[in-house]
């Protein structure tokens, strides 16, 4: 009987009986770091399965055995939980969870093809990998697709016995129905419909080398695990079509399949390591200081409109309002300045002890070594509404740690030779004993009453101090600095820059 999802209750019905909540997984696979495009499929089952209180799985498609590896997997797990994309269950007991592994199961999909066998959908292919490829390349001559002819499904007993008697190990092979239109209602696209003539002939479901390829794998493991949708991404299109087929022969329910859009850069070229290098890592935006909740709120709405429409909100507030409805059938374009302007925004936002605790890997180890907590946590909190990202801190910061600071020749010449700045300085050096050391506040009205007594303000009377503390003319605010550098540094720092003055 076909089963009808039912998105007001978040359950799946048999006629008119509630039978489950939703089953969701994300399946990557360890060939390589974890993909930014990933990451947002793995956002958006994490967010469907929390909206209608179902389970969030974290599968390993892990097959490949020559292009697997574990700091592929360490770099995936420590990614999505990174992001706070923890998964509801796993191998071990407890949590936090282990992965499910497709390894773990080989014994399981030979069982499972030896069936198809049995029953006449899968056959042995003694075609060996020198043979397939002069197959493709006279099918490339003749400007014909890539295809398998199919050529060992009637092979007789004769010459099997003969194929035997070579050596050859066979692959499994299933047997795609051809001519047949493979159609399905697609959560996010609407009607998809597949001819099966474009899917490249019987497919390989087992490898000579006795592993099961993804199409095989992928069916087993759904089925294994109940996996109610699968949420991907729509270059699986066509590999779905060859699942649909699969589940057919196994005669089992097909799953709720959502197919999510790739995404692009802005010249519309498809988001991969080899045209954009470690930008498409997820890792890259960790090690650069990015926050993770910034990164998930950037990835949520890439794709998916909250009904809302508002532009921030926190990973709990997504899953409340996520529906897969909302979700762009358009490609979408990943944009770096968007993603940094929300970087910013949370790096202002978050408790300051958040960003401090975050911060600490991106600061000079010997510089805050014997630092108390409080003074790394105000010089972090001056500092932090210029940030985009952490990794611009020991740049941001140098000048409060540092014993001088080199004063930009362009403004020593624009600026410092100019008289009034010099007695901006010269007052302002006279004030230091009386400053409230320690509130910026009072510092920086203390700087204001100079400005007043001289018939100073804006950057005639500001920018002289700033460029004689930090060595700059823009940056934090002003008080903040005199009162986190306090009355030696200031007084040294004005000091050199009066003598400075005097020799432009």
Same mark, same amino acid.
């Given at each position: ?14 006629? +008119? ?5 939703? $089953?969701?997984? *994300? ?13 947002? /499929?793995?956002?958006? =089952? ?15 498609? +892990?097959? +490949? ?15 999505? $939980? ?34 198809? &066998? ?41 010459? *099997? ?10 692959? !499994? ?18 009607? !998809? ?9 019987? @497919?390989? &479901?087992?490898?000579?080398? %006795? ?13 294994? @695990? ?6 991907? %991404?729509?270059?699986? !299109?066509?590999? /779905? ?35 954009? %290098? ?9 090690? +650069?200081?990015? @926050? ?12 998916? /409109? ?7 909100? #926190? ?5 409340? @309002? ?20 929300? =970087? ?9 002890? #958040? &960003? /401090? ?10 510089? *805050? ?116 550098? %306090? ?18």
């Amino acid at each position: 009987m076909l089963r009808i999802r039912d998105y007001r209750l978040g359950l799946y019905t048999i006629g +008119d009986n509630v039978t489950e909540s939703p $089953r969701v997984r *994300i399946a990557p696979s360890p060939t390589g770091h974890l993909h930014v495009g990933t990451a947002r /499929t793995a956002l958006y =089952n994490y967010l469907f399965a929390h909206h209608h209180k179902g389970t969030f799985v974290l599968r390993l498609e +892990d097959t +490949d055995e020559q292009r697997s590896d574990e700091a592929y997997t360490k770099d995936i797990i420590d990614g999505l $939980r990174w992001l706070g994309l923890h998964w509801d269950e796993g191998p071990d007991v407890g949590g936090p969870y282990a992965p499910y592994r497709q390894t773990e199961k080989v014994d399981r999909y030979n069982h499972i093809a030896n069936q198809l &066998i049995a029953q006449g959908l899968a056959y042995f292919c003694y075609c060996t990998q020198e043979e397939l490829s002069e197959q493709k390349d006279q099918q490339k001559s003749a400007g014909k697709a890539a295809r398998y002819d199919n050529r060992c499904r009637h092979l007789t007993s004769q010459r *099997i016995e003969q194929f035997d008697s070579q050596g050859r190990v066979p692959s !499994i092979r299933f047997k795609l129905e051809e001519p047949r239109v493979v159609s399905w209602h697609d959560a996010i696209k609407g009607e !998809i419909a597949i001819d099966s003539s474009d899917l490249g002939g019987d @497919m390989v &479901i087992v490898k000579s080398n %006795g592993i099961a390829i993804y199409n095989f794998a992928v069916v087993i493991d759904d089925l294994d @695990m109940k996996i109610t949708h699968v949420i991907r %991404g729509e270059d699986h !299109i066509h590999n /779905t079509a060859k699942q649909i087929l699969l589940y057919e022969a196994l005669g089992k329910t097909l799953p709720h399949f959502a197919h999510v859009a790739l995404i692009f850069d802005a010249e519309r070229r498809k988001l991969s390591k080899r045209q954009h %290098g470690e930008a498409v890592h997820i890792s890259r935006y960790r090690a +650069d200081g990015y @926050m993770p909740e910034a990164l998930v709120n950037y990835l949520a709405q890439m794709s998916w /409109t909250p009904p809302d429409g508002r532009e921030s909100f #926190t990973l709990d507030e997504a899953a409340q @309002m996520f529906d897969l409805s909302r979700v762009s059938k358009s490609p979408a374009i990943f944009d770096i300045a968007r993603l940094n302007w929300y =970087n910013s925004n949370y790096i202002r936002k978050l408790p300051l002890s #958040t &960003i /401090t605790d975050r911060a600490m890997p991106f600061l000079p180890e010997q510089s *805050i070594k014997d630092m108390h907590r409080f003074d790394v946590e105000e010089i972090v909190g001056c500092v932090r509404d210029g940030l985009t990202v952490l990794s611009e801190l020991p740049d941001a910061i140098s000048f409060f740690l540092e014993s001088s600071v080199d004063i930009e020749p362009e403004i020593q010449d624009t600026l410092l030779s100019r008289q009034s700045s010099q007695k901006v300085l010269c007052a302002f050096l006279q004030t230091l004993p009386t400053l409230p050391w320690g509130d910026h506040v009072k510092c920086k009205a203390a700087v204001d009453a100079i400005g007043q007594e001289l018939g100073l303000k804006g950057k005639d009377l500001y920018w002289p101090i700033r460029a004689a503390l930090s060595g700059k003319t823009q940056g934090p605010d002003l008080g903040s600095i005199i009162s986190i550098l %306090g009355e030696s540094k200031v007084r040294q720092r004005v000091e050199s820059t009066l003598k400075l003055c005097h020799h432009l």
